[in-house]
């Protein structure tokens, strides 16, 4: 069977890993988190002191990215891929609301994007692929054969969030999140290199009152359509 490429792209917290994971399955594809890897040099740039509330040394990061290795191994028991820093699982790590809190700095960095996205088109040269994060639609796979862009309205996602968080047994504040959520949104969209903007050629999905079934068969039609 012919083997597309995946994009699917929209606003933090909105649900696009979990579509995206089941999609990936149900297909037979390779399915790449890229936010993972965002998270993944901001937890690295936290271990080293580059990024606190107070400071961020922008150019120590871009001197020691070469030393920053991203990497995915699948866990058959999951299902999915785990992200890993330099060797050791992070999975866990890179999704607590502080790593959340400076990730989109992070990603505002052009050196840090340009060795990600590199990463990332090699990741899915062979297609069957399916890819989420921010840019993907329009910087990574600009030829993807089907891009999705997903929205829900703030306070949905930062609840999805905020739930998501709790059960991991993180102690935290619904406000946080809802400010966290806004606050990547805000910096996502307004930073200079690749901001998130929806494709003109991506199908846009409001998930805010769909079930995770109802947003599965939604983009599962739409691949079996674009295959
Ligand atoms: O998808 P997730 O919420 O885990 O992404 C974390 C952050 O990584 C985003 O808020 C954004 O700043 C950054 N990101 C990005 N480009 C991508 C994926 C994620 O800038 N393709």
Same mark, same amino acid.
């Given at each position: 069977m012919n083997k597309i490429t995946i994009a699917i792209d929209g606003y933090s917290s909105t649900g696009k890993s979990t579509v995206a994971k089941q999609l990936a399955k149900a297909l037979g594809y390779v399915y790449v988190d890229t936010g993972a890897m965002y998270r993944a040099v901001t937890l690295f740039s936290m271990q080293n002191n580059l990024i606190s509330e107070h400071h961020f040394n922008k150019n120590e990061l871009i001197s020691l990215l070469d030393k920053v290795e991203v990497s995915f191994q699948f866990n058959e028991a999951l299902g999915y891929a785990e992200v890993y820093l330099n060797g050791a699982n992070v999975e866990n790590t890179v999704r607590s609301l502080e790593v959340s809190q400076f990730v989109s700095q992070i990603a505002a960095v052009s050196e840090v994007r340009q060795q990600l996205v590199k990463q990332q088109q090699q990741l899915g040269k062979n297609k069957g692929v399916v890819m989420d994060g921010r840019d993907i639609g329009t910087v990574v796979f600009p030829d993807a054969e089907l891009k999705v862009f997903m929205t829900a309205s703030p306070d949905t996602r930062a609840e999805r969030r905020? /739930?998501?968080?709790l059960n991991k047994g993180e102690d935290i504040n619904y406000d946080d999140v809802l400010e966290n959520v806004k606050s990547r949104d805000y910096l996502d969209s307004t930073r200079e290199d690749s901001p998130l903007i929806k494709a003109h050629d991506a199908i846009e999905i409001d998930n805010?009152?769909?079930?995770?079934? $109802? $947003?599965? $068969?939604?983009?599962?039609?739409? *691949? /079996? *359509? *674009?295959?």
């Amino acid at each position: 069977m012919n083997k597309i490429t995946i994009a699917i792209d929209g606003y933090s917290s909105t649900g696009k890993s979990t579509v995206a994971k089941q999609l990936a399955k149900a297909l037979g594809y390779v399915y790449v988190d890229t936010g993972a890897m965002y998270r993944a040099v901001t937890l690295f740039s936290m271990q080293n002191n580059l990024i606190s509330e107070h400071h961020f040394n922008k150019n120590e990061l871009i001197s020691l990215l070469d030393k920053v290795e991203v990497s995915f191994q699948f866990n058959e028991a999951l299902g999915y891929a785990e992200v890993y820093l330099n060797g050791a699982n992070v999975e866990n790590t890179v999704r607590s609301l502080e790593v959340s809190q400076f990730v989109s700095q992070i990603a505002a960095v052009s050196e840090v994007r340009q060795q990600l996205v590199k990463q990332q088109q090699q990741l899915g040269k062979n297609k069957g692929v399916v890819m989420d994060g921010r840019d993907i639609g329009t910087v990574v796979f600009p030829d993807a054969e089907l891009k999705v862009f997903m929205t829900a309205s703030p306070d949905t996602r930062a609840e999805r969030r905020y /739930k998501e968080l709790l059960n991991k047994g993180e102690d935290i504040n619904y406000d946080d999140v809802l400010e966290n959520v806004k606050s990547r949104d805000y910096l996502d969209s307004t930073r200079e290199d690749s901001p998130l903007i929806k494709a003109h050629d991506a199908i846009e999905i409001d998930n805010s009152n769909l079930s995770l079934e $109802q $947003q599965f $068969q939604t983009v599962f039609k739409l *691949a /079996k *359509a *674009a295959i």
